[in-house]
């Protein structure tokens, strides 16, 4: 198992415009290819524009097909655009992170 952790970071005052897009526009046909995060959350203290995701994939292969139909899909590459021309992102951080042994899966 791997988790793909993303921050993204959304110009002050604009997070709440953001996620309502995301939202109208991206979450059903995000997660109809990914499947449901174990994490989709805003941040509360420190860096308050920002918020996180985690996904959950069995591998890097099947990341990577997941992702590979996201990009494919014409309803996604329509929210992409969408959030483009809103530019409310600046920022986005993203870290592959495996189990330790101990965690267990």
């Not at 292969?61 to 021309?85: M, V």
């Not at 920022?91 to 267990?104: C, D, M, S, T």
Request: charge should be positive; aromatic fraction near 12%.
């Amino acid at each position: 198992m791997i988790l793909d952790h993303r921050i993204y970071t959304c110009r002050p005052g604009t997070i709440r415009k953001h996620l309502a897009l995301y939202e109208a526009n991206g979450w059903e046909i995000q997660s109809k290819h990914l499947g449901r995060p174990i994490v989709y959350a805003a941040v509360e203290t420190g860096d308050v524009n920002s918020y996180v995701h985690i996904w959950v994939y069995e591998n890097a292969a099947d990341r990577d097909a997941k992702r590979a139909a996201l990009q494919a899909d014409p309803a996604w590459k329509r929210y992409l655009e969408l959030s483009a021309e809103a530019g409310y992102l600046v920022k986005q951080e993203n870290r592959i992170l495996k189990p330790v042994p101990f965690f267990g899966t």
